[in-house]
């Protein structure tokens, strides 16, 4: 088969509206072959398509995983490649589907959780040059987003790297995708020490729209803000 028509087959499957669908139909295709069309639809115009797209990496990655585990480390190397400005790219949906990817497997996340929280991090004095700061909010979208997804099941991963300092920015961010991802964060990892921003969100009811498990959600910050808030609470 063609690079084109592979390409055409597992967008058809993508843009199925069931994600448990859609998965289980890129289950047809060996799983090496999924990745490099996978990659091209991270840009796919149509929001299921990428989304799913993201979900199907966490899917191939892990396989590829089961198999050969440093195989699956050269995928995330390439996404970090993608992500750095001598690429020459931007590396659109990749931050997500990093996060995906160690949501779905332990060990990735555990080798590659800290690289998620770098690019929340600004460089520090020469001795200290451990950060990558991604400044575009449309991929600050997709870097908390990643995180929220590794917060899921391995907040020690991102907490022992002391993120909690690295967040603070975002509840300023004229985006308010971003500022309704970091409310959604700090809940996540239980971050007391962003209960008064949290609390000042409460009053955003500016539009988020969110994509979780193969479903889109339409809230705004101030949903976030209280539902994080709430957490907190119930936390001590």
Known sequence: MGRLQLKRKVVRRLNHPELTVALRNLQEIPVKELLNPLFSCLCHPDELVRWHAVSGFGYAVPAIAGEHLEDARIVMRRFL???????????????????????QHRTLAE???????????????????????????????????????????????????GIAANLCCYFSSP???????????????????????LTTALGDLHHVRLYQDGDFIDCNVSDLAQQALKHLSMSG
């Not at 400005?85 to 931007?90: A, F, K, M």
């Not at 460089?123 to 990643?146: K, S, T, V």
Request: hydrophobic fraction near 40%; charge should be negative.
């Open 81 to 103: 490649w993608m992500l750095n400005d001598e690429s020459g790219g931007i590396g659109w949906g990749v931050p997500e589907a990093m996060g995906e990817v160690m949501f």
């Open 175 to 197: 985006d308010s995708q971003v500022r309704g991802l970091v409310c959604k964060l700090c809940g996540m990892l239980g971050m007391t020490s962003c209960r008064f921003m």
């Open 111 to 161: 080798e590659y959780a800290h690289m998620l929280v770098s690019y929340t991090l600004e460089d520090g004095p020469e001795h200290y040059q451990d950060g990558n700061f991604l400044e575009m909010p449309a991929m600050q979208q997709g870097l908390l987003w990643g995180l929220c997804r590794v917060a899921e099941k391995h907040s020690d991963l991102l907490l022992r790297r």
